[in-house]
């Protein structure tokens, strides 16, 4: 019997370009990865520009991250001192305001509820720059937002009782314990001062948020002006 003979046939094409084989190869090891996380604040800011429909909501969009990030996180913790003063200035001058014996009350149940919105909403920030898991935590952000926006909103309701009451005795009080005037002087230009500082900032945020909304209007009209071109 004789042996059969193999044939072996040679592949005329020529072997492929090693750049191109490491190069495909490296291509589709970054297909299968996952996108980059946007946890950096540059980053939640392109996103936010991407998202946004016009030059007012990316403003909002803005505000809302820049109020979760570590400054304002930092600044919450901070602001943590004036509910605790109005605490304790509210106790301590109790009994020692007969014009309106509901100012030190103000002064206690303002700083309390301030406090309680301050722990709250600072460890939310917290929580979600550590975790930075948007689709878990979705629920339990939700409930905790509608927990802050019924104190907050209590707060508000509280703050304009607060404007008259401490208001609408300023041209008669007095530190006179023997008037029937009388409210300490710490105790009430403390609560003066508490609200007419919050007024003060509650117009330099509506300032800014203009100037933000008209930066904003501005940015996008001179880049659909060049654009157009």
Same mark, same amino acid.
């Not at 604040?41 to 909002?60: C, I, M, T, V, W």
């Not at 722990?119 to 935590?137: D, F, G, L, P, W």
């Not at 230009?189 to 508490?194: K, L, R, S, T």
């Given at each position: ?38 946890? +950096? ?28 990030? @570590?400054? @304002? ?11 605790? +003063?109005?605490?304790? *200035? ?8 007969? *014009? ?5 009350? =103000? ?20 929580? /979600? ?28 309701? =509280? ?33 003066? =001062?508490? @609200?007419? @500082? /919050? =007024? ?30």
């Amino acid at each position: 019997m004789e042996p059969k003979e193999t044939q072996i046939t040679m592949d005329s094409n020529p072997p492929p370009n090693y750049a191109a084989a490491m190069g495909s190869s490296i291509q589709q090891s970054q297909d299968n990865e996952s996108p980059p996380p946007y946890n +950096t604040l540059f980053s939640q800011l392109q996103r936010a520009k991407e998202e946004s429909s016009n030059p007012g909501d990316y403003a909002l969009r803005v505000c809302a991250i820049m109020c979760g990030s @570590i400054f @304002i996180t930092v600044l919450f913790a901070i602001s943590s001192a004036i509910p605790i +003063t109005m605490i304790v *200035i509210g106790a301590i001058y109790k009994d020692e305001c007969t *014009i309106d014996s509901r100012i030190p009350i =103000w002064l206690i149940v303002s700083g309390a509820f301030s406090l309680l919105s301050t722990v709250i909403r600072t460890s939310q920030n917290c929580y /979600s720059m550590c975790k930075k898991r948007e689709n878990q935590e979705n629920g339990q952000y939700k409930k905790k937002n509608f927990l802050v926006s019924l104190i907050e909103l209590f707060i508000f309701v =509280w703050f304009i009782c607060g404007n008259f009451w401490v208001y609408s005795v300023k041209s008669v009080v007095s530190d006179d314990p023997l008037s029937g005037n009388y409210c300490h002087s710490t105790c009430y230009y403390f609560a003066f =001062w508490i @609200i007419t @500082i /919050s =007024w003060i900032f509650v117009g330099l945020f509506c300032c800014c948020c203009c100037c933000l909304l008209g930066l904003a209007g501005c940015g996008a009209g001179i880049a659909s002006l060049f654009s157009s071109k």
